[in-house]
């Protein structure tokens, strides 16, 4: 299996769109696609992105050797809200993450919200 191949099992097991996981090492979705595609080559900076931001093992996506992650896989909610803050300018993620804080402050005033049910419903 090729680095490409495992780049792209990667993402399917995070269960992430091309888009989701392509914002998330800051590439474009065309030139991501081609990656997975094997037209192009993943050098070493989208090697290190990809190992930083999903916990993938290096060693793994250049080899094969070992297990995929260093440590249990991010949530897939979790990935793709990081893809998405990562592309905020900083007055915008300051924003969200003072909202962050207001929901926390609801979510622990509103007892009567189950967890596993959004926004209550």
Not at 27 to 54: C, H, M, P, Q, V
């Amino acid at each position: 299996m090729s680095v490409n191949e495992r780049i792209k099992q990667v993402r399917q097991s995070l269960k992430l769109s091309q888009i989701s996981f392509s914002r998330g090492i800051f590439l474009s979705n065309g030139y991501f696609a081609e990656i997975e595609l094997g037209n192009r080559k993943a050098n070493d900076r989208i090697i290190e992105l990809i190992s930083t931001k999903y916990s993938v093992s290096r060693n793994w996506l250049e080899s094969g050797e070992g297990k995929m992650f260093d440590s249990p896989p991010p949530d897939k909610d979790l990935a793709q809200m990081m893809a998405v803050f990562s592309e905020l300018n900083p007055q915008f993620r300051e924003f969200v993450l003072h909202f962050i804080g207001q929901l926390l402050k609801l979510q622990k005033n509103s007892p009567g919200i189950p967890e596993n049910t959004p926004y209550g419903e």
